[in-house]
């Protein structure tokens, strides 16, 4: 009997869940974790392989909104809970998933399907691109000072428990998501991610702590963290791990780091994917000193090359015709004449000859305008049929603030 791909159904939950971690691992998470993912699973968008009564593979799809250059708020399909059991490794089995899932995510009518990774090799094959990066940083403190701006010294913080701050801190999140392609709307539920707060997480850190910026009784920001205490012959050592930051000016922002740089007995700042222009790093004394390791973060895959095309925005205009590659979705593939500048763009098939050709994985790297068709093409993955085309799509697809995806789902 050949595996049976079909959609998960709430009963099943729990194998199928069990599965997933052990494919990751086999580290049980605590029980407010795993409720909360259940509770965020969405079982018809979802999919399990069974082989007989066990299940062999799971891979699930959030119904996100992620915001585009332009500012428009676009359906994609948040992919997640991707895997396929040791004993059942190539057989086709994560072909088989990424088949009905892309099936299904072109039916829901969604142009855009994104994920986080675990091994970048893995999906370029079903057509996603790496999109968005971020800034690891281990900021010597001890060393490093900060230049901040005028009005820094007017905003109020203070400390305040995670649970009692969590609206307002969401309503300063959701004025940041319109201004940076690559950020998710958080629905109903997310907000819930973002104080969870399991010990095996902590990495030695302390509880979760937050403090929040406030200017004339508002909360205008907010940065939540561990500390992790740390002690040498020479004093104190503590690293403050910071889990997440935003602010709605530049004056509250240089406070939050301002104050994460001075918490007593610690000497490092830690964090993970931080934005490529995060405006500490124009603060700084020294950015040699602030440990920066580029790494990959949101991938995206366009389901609908012409609406996905059609959704964003474009900074210089652009008329140019895509000869597109896409073995995987074949509906994709041929030629798409893109004509679009600041104000909207269209996206329709067209028998012209092509300007550039490239596959859907390359659209899917610059969609967010991120990662340039310049660069994409100096690496031979990008091929330029009518001169001048290249330099006009680069520009075009371009975005003023680099995109970022701000937490993994």
Known sequence: ????????????????????????????????????????????????????????????????????????????????????????????????????????????????????????????????????????????????????????????????????????????????????????????????????????????????????????????????????????????????????TEALDPAAHAALWRFLFDIDLTSTVSALGRPLDDPWMSMVSDIRRCGLRVRDSLFVRLVDVGAALEARTYQAPVDVVFEVEDDFCPWNAGRWRLTGDAKGASCVRTTDPADLALSVRELGSAYLGGVSLSSLAAAGRVRELRQGALAEAAVGFGSAVPPWLPHGF
């Open 1 to 244: 009997m050949s595996p049976d791909v079909r959609v998960l159904r709430p009963d099943d939950w729990d194998q199928w869940y069990d599965n997933l971690i052990r494919a990751f691992g086999g580290v049980p998470e605590s029980s407010d974790e795993r409720e909360l993912w259940r509770t965020l699973t969405e079982p018809a968008r979802s999919i399990g392989v069974w082989d007989g009564d066990a299940c062999v593979g799971t891979a699930g799809a959030f119904s996100f909104r992620l915001t585009v250059p332009g500012g428009a708020s676009v359906p994609a399909a948040g992919v997640t809970m991707v895997s396929v059991a040791a004993t059942h490794r190539r057989r086709g089995l994560l072909r088989s998933m990424m088949r009905r899932q892309l099936d299904d995510v072109r039916d829901w009518g969604w142009p855009l399907a994104v994920l986080t990774a675990s091994e970048p090799a893995i999906y370029g094959r079903f057509g996603y691109g790496a999109a968005t990066y971020g800034v690891n940083i281990e900021v010597d403190t001890s060393r490093v000072r900060l230049s901040v701006p005028p009005g820094t010294d007017d905003v109020r913080l203070r400390y305040a428990a995670p649970a009692d701050v969590l609206d307002a801190c969401e309503a300063v999140y959701a004025r940041r998501v319109p201004g940076r392609p690559g950020m998710p709307a958080r629905l109903p539920g997310w907000e819930r991610l973002q104080v969870l707060d399991p010990e095996n997480e902590r990495d030695g850190g302390s509880p979760l702590q937050c403090v929040v910026a406030e200017r004339d009784g508002e909360v205008v920001g907010y940065a939540r963290f561990r500390v992790r205490p740390g002690w040498e012959v020479s004093g104190p050592k503590g690293v403050v791990l910071l889990k997440d």
